[in-house]
């Protein structure tokens, strides 16, 4: 029997905030120390990973299930076309996505100083940097964070609430976690369509793919020149839209799949407890 308090909706975002205040003063502190940190991809991943991983393991600690910890965090299996479709959603949803933050920069802009700090962490060179910033970015991000968010989080909220409500609260924590507020109008649509993944899958699995294939298609637009900080961003309506229509038709592929597939219907049952 789980003797360990609930997680509320109020210390769900509590421990948001506290996991990303956390996150950025390390960052802040390690820039004090050594300035080229700002830029330095692989020390800014190593600490997103110790932090969120950390924040995880308080969540599990404290609110968890009796339970081991995959099931916990809803690493489980489910039916193989869902993280399919997850790979899928992660490419179209970042034209709809990339589409709201040209909007969002061309009224709210950010700094020059904050511009040239992302396109030199962005920045490869080379094929050998290319991977490293894929893998930093595409991977390891996405990993802690769907472990934080829609793994330990959402399992949590879970246990004392509808799958609506964890849900809702679960994408609302994912978009204030990110403290860029500049981000987040985009941020709404990726969550929405991420923790529809992880709901209806009832596995982390599908979230994942579509958060590491969403990054994946940043980094490699940035490093195509589809995206480029040195000059006004364009916005680009016909590709919005067919991503937008394309992001819906696979979102009820996915929900048609989920609703009959045995695995999805097992992992529900378990987020459920």
Known sequence: MNKRPPLSYPLAFGWTLG????????????????????TDVVQLGA???????????????????????????????????????????????????????????RHLPGSSEDLAAEATLLAASSPLRLMVVLVIIACVGP??????????????????????GAATATGLCFVMGHLNYRKWPALVVVALVMTHLRVVSGSLLPSLA????????????FFTGQIAFDRPPSLSLWPALAGAGATLLLMFAVQFVATRAEDARRGRAEDAG
Do not use: K
């Open 19 to 38: 996991t990303a205040s956390c996150l950025f003063w390390l960052v802040q502190l390690s820039v004090s120390i050594r300035p080229g940190a700002a």
């Open 47 to 105: 600490i997103e990973a110790l932090v969120f991983v950390l924040g995880m393991l308080g969540v599990l600690s404290l609110h968890g299930r009796d339970a081991p910890l995959f099931a916990s965090l809803g690493v489980r299996p489910t039916h193989p076309a869902l993280p399919v479709l997850g790979l899928a959603l992660g490419l179209v949803a970042h034209f709809p996505a990339e589409t709201i933050d040209v909007l969002v920069e």
């Open 143 to 164: 990993l802690v964070e769907e472990l934080f968010f829609r793994g330990a989080l959402y399992g949590a909220l879970r246990q004392g609430h509808g799958a609506l």
């Open 210 to 221: 579509m958060h590491v294939a969403f990054n994946a298609v940043t980094v490699l637009a």
